[in-house]
């Protein structure tokens, strides 16, 4: 081979190297011009969906506004969708319940401040019973999501753990009374007993700022704590056919008759709602022992307290006395007891929110009949 024909090949090397150079930045800048396309693309898309959300927020806001500036369209709104006669502002408190994340504190400024209040209420509701009424009473409990939606004004005396009868081997007298439940409570709003009693509760506090002649629901709701202590029979009429030597109030329907009887002998205007124990499970530590149906400590199931509570009510369904079906009527069961309830008997804050959700539909259909 001559040198002519090396220096032939060396340049055809370096052409080749040349055009795989050339070759090479083409591809380069075939990629950055897409990804630029891309980036352009994303961001205009970007910029269309904040737009898009601010419109959204806008129009949001807008009709926000205009609920609160002109509640007679509410009003309105319900008239045509429901036929019920009930105020403006309790229909939006209603639709406030079941589609809010967060509620409003105002009813539990009523319930748990002593300073006036020149709120237009269209109710009072006074509560009592364990806790399931008294957990989370200052923001989402189950008695200020139901002062809201009703436009209550709301006394809550639940205090935690208490039961509505008496324990057979407590003072039953009332010089020596010293039981929270529901005789207690009920007994110090009568005076019949001291009501020092309940100092450091808030029920204690209520029993000096509420005028209870001007409630239109006194809301019963007891029996969970009854059924667990393993010492509350149900009546004194046992199953057996005997009776138990003990006291009405010593037993879980006579307590409920006893203080049903003594409010409304004391406030014939007002109505009494008896609220059933709801659906619970029961473990031992983590072993699930059962729930309301077959777990039995000595007294019968909880679903035969429920029973016992409904039968007290229906004694006195021409009284002024209604019945809220807690067990069934709730949404709290088997399929939803993990969805609703925090420990097996607790309920979660989604658990409140259905409740009171219940509670409300049934306390508004008796305070708004159709007609």
Request: hydrophobic share 35%.
């Amino acid at each position: 081979m001559n040198g002519d024909q090396h220096r032939r090949r060396a340049k055809s090397n370096i052409n080749t190297v040349l055009l795989a150079v050339l070759v090479g930045f083409c591809i380069l800048a075939i990629i950055e011009i897409a990804y630029g396309q891309a980036q352009i693309r994303m961001e205009k898309e970007r910029l269309a969906m904040e737009e898009s959300n601010s419109q959204a927020v806008q129009e949001l806001k807008e009709e926000w506004d205009s609920l609160n500036g002109e509640p007679e369209k509410i009003s309105e709104s319900v008239k045509e969708t429901g036929g019920e006669q009930r105020s403006a502002v309790a229909a939006e408190k209603e639709k406030t319940l079941r589609n809010t994340e967060k509620t409003s504190d105002s009813a539990t400024v009523s319930q748990n401040s002593g300073d006036q209040d020149d709120r237009d209420y269209d109710m009072q509701i006074v509560f009592m019973g364990d806790s399931i009424l008294d957990n989370e009473r200052e923001y989402a409990g189950v008695a200020s999501l139901i002062g809201d939606a009703c436009n209550a004004k709301v006394y809550n005396m639940a205090i935690g753990g208490t039961m509505a009868a008496v324990p057979y081997d407590e003072p039953r007298s009332f010089e020596g009374w010293n039981s929270l439940g529901l005789m207690g409570v009920v007994n110090a709003i009568l005076g019949n007993i001291d009501a020092s009693l309940f100092d450091g509760y808030r029920a204690g506090e209520i029993l000096k700022e509420c005028d209870f002649y001007k409630t239109d629901y006194f809301i019963i709701e007891y029996g969970i704590n009854d059924f667990l202590s393993a010492k509350i029979p149900q009546s004194k009429y046992l199953s057996d056919g005997t009776v138990a030597d003990i006291a009405d109030i010593c037993t879980y329907s006579g307590a409920l008759e006893t203080a049903t009887n003594a409010l409304r002998t004391h406030f014939p205007d007002a109505k009494i709602i008896i609220v059933a124990p709801h659906y619970c499970q029961f473990y031992d530590g983590d072993k699930f022992t059962g729930d309301a149906y077959s777990v039995n400590y000595g007294y019968g199931t909880l679903v035969e307290f429920f029973r016992v509570a409904g039968y007290v009510a229906d004694q006195h369904r021409e009284d002024n006395v209604l019945f809220f079906n807690a067990m069934e009527d709730s949404g709290i069961d088997a399929y939803t007891a993990d969805q609703y309830l925090e420990d097996g008997i607790h309920l979660s804050e989604e658990g409140r929110r259905q409740y009171a959700e219940c509670l409300t539909k049934r306390i508004l259909a008796d305070f708004y009949p159709e007609e």
